[in-house]
């Protein structure tokens, strides 16, 4: 099966971007109704040190309970997205999709209850309703599968490209996700050159 084959219908890609060594590099594939998320081309140079490059998918969702307004780094969600044996904690990555579409990709500060702490104020105000993905940690387990997130290596002091025009590189698990390509960016900074991505039925 080719990539037209899986009913395409929509897609887009990134440019570079890097951060100062030992600052994880992201970059987000949004999700869309209907369709699934499928990476189909990811370039990715080292410096003088090999990098990791591991694709988080979400691990769990939920919605948020109550308005949160821009400046506020509080969100209350309905109920914990975690998984059983991994409920959201500090340090897990989220994403949160506001009605317009808009991303935040942020880090827990800490959660109590239903109440959670980002690591970061919110530039803009998030409506109750809105969609917050856990996308965990890099080491975590996928409920969904029984493995770990989508790892690849990244070896130090050359420009490494990952495509596969039969199927892609890595798609989400279920429609209307997001993937968070990430970047453990160790020791000396690397760059992520591009993410190329498309939406599919299939």
């Given at each position: 099966?080719?990539?037209?084959?899986?009913?395409?219908?929509?897609?887009?890609?990134?440019?570079?971007?890097?951060?100062?060594?030992?600052?994880?590099?992201?970059?987000?594939?949004?999700?869309?109704?209907?369709?699934?998320?499928?990476?189909?081309?990811?370039?990715?140079t080292?410096?003088?040190?090999?990098?990791?490059?591991?694709?988080?998918?979400p691990?769990?969702?939920?919605?948020?309970?109550?308005?949160?307004?821009?400046s506020?780094?509080?969100?209350?969600?309905?109920?914990?997205?975690?998984?059983?044996?991994?409920?959201?904690?500090?340090?897990?990555?989220?994403?949160?999709?506001?009605?317009?579409?808009?991303?935040?990709?942020?880090?827990?500060?800490?959660?109590?209850?239903?109440?959670?702490?980002?690591?970061?104020?919110?530039?803009?105000?998030?409506?109750?309703?809105?969609?917050?993905?856990?996308?965990?940690?890099?080491?975590?387990?996928?409920?969904?599968?029984?493995?770990?997130?989508?790892q690849?290596?990244?070896?130090?002091?050359?420009?490494?490209?990952?495509?596969?025009?039969?199927?892609?590189?890595?798609?989400?698990?279920?429609?209307?996700?997001?993937?968070?390509?990430?970047?453990?960016?160790?020791?000396?900074?690397?760059?992520?050159?591009?993410?190329?991505?498309?939406?599919?039925?299939?």
């Amino acid at each position: 099966m080719a990539v037209a084959e899986l009913g395409v219908f929509g897609g887009n890609g990134f440019g570079r971007r890097t951060a100062t060594a030992g600052t994880v590099i992201n970059h987000v594939v949004p999700p869309r109704k209907r369709a699934y998320s499928r990476i189909t081309t990811m370039v990715y140079t080292a410096a003088g040190t090999a990098h990791t490059l591991t694709v988080l998918r979400p691990l769990g969702s939920t919605v948020l309970s109550a308005d949160a307004s821009a400046s506020q780094a509080v969100v209350n969600v309905q109920a914990n997205p975690g998984p059983a044996g991994n409920a959201l904690a500090a340090n897990d990555w989220v994403i949160i999709q506001r009605p317009d579409g808009t991303l935040v990709v942020d880090t827990v500060s800490s959660i109590t209850g239903t109440a959670i702490t980002l690591a970061t104020s919110l530039a803009a105000a998030v409506p109750a309703g809105s969609q917050l993905w856990m996308m965990g940690v890099a080491a975590d387990t996928d409920p969904r599968t029984g493995s770990g997130h989508p790892q690849y290596s990244a070896p130090a002091s050359v420009t490494t490209r990952y495509s596969d025009d039969l199927i892609g590189v890595v798609a989400s698990i279920g429609n209307n996700e997001p993937l968070l390509v990430q970047s453990n960016n160790a020791v000396a900074a690397g760059t992520l050159e591009q993410v190329s991505y498309l939406h599919s039925i299939k």
